[in-house]
């Protein structure tokens, strides 16, 4: 234990860690082998970390951190919608990454969050938003308005709306020329810009 102060101090830090980053925390102080396992799930145990998946933990019970479980990820679909403040309902975190990871609901917690998974080619079109202590990757609104188009989501007239009054065009044009030709005209009818 001579080394918590220094561990929380290097992991509290961050939304969140790996086991391999404790691993090799403890492996450059000469810690015994297997010594971080017994580390980490004592602080899980008496609730001083929480885990989010298998070999990822946080100091933090904060569901919004769990993409940090996932990188390279951002949040995007209804839960950019509201980080962004274009819609006020509170949703659940929406992670998405190109990894190779089961997509589907997950629970941290008590509460749920939701994987789904991109092509590679679609991983664009996010930036840093500040959230508590942190910067979380959050869609931007036109990667947003591709993304309800690419994985069929509903969204309401009125938020559609928003969406359209705060897309920047230039952006907008940048990002459908890297999409495929359905896509982009899916894009553009979900607009109003084509028959």
Known sequence: MKYMTEFK??????????????????????????????????LVRSGRIFRITRGHYTFYNEVQFTGFAFKPFYYGLQDALSLTNIWEQETNPVIITPR??????????????????????????YSLLSYGDFFIPVSDVEKTIIDIVYYHEFVPEDIKEVLMERVRENILQEYLSRLSPDLRKRVLFFMGRVD
């Open 100 to 125: 190779k990871v089961r997509s589907g609901t997950r629970i941290f917690e008590g509460r749920n969050y939701l994987i789904r998974w991109i092509d590679r080619k679609m991983f664009f079109g």
């Open 9 to 42: 101090e290097n992991f509290s830090s961050k939304p969140a860690f790996s086991s391999y980053e404790v691993k090799n925390f403890f492996s450059f102080r000469n810690g015994p082998d297997g010594y971080y396992k017994t580390i980490l799930n004592n």
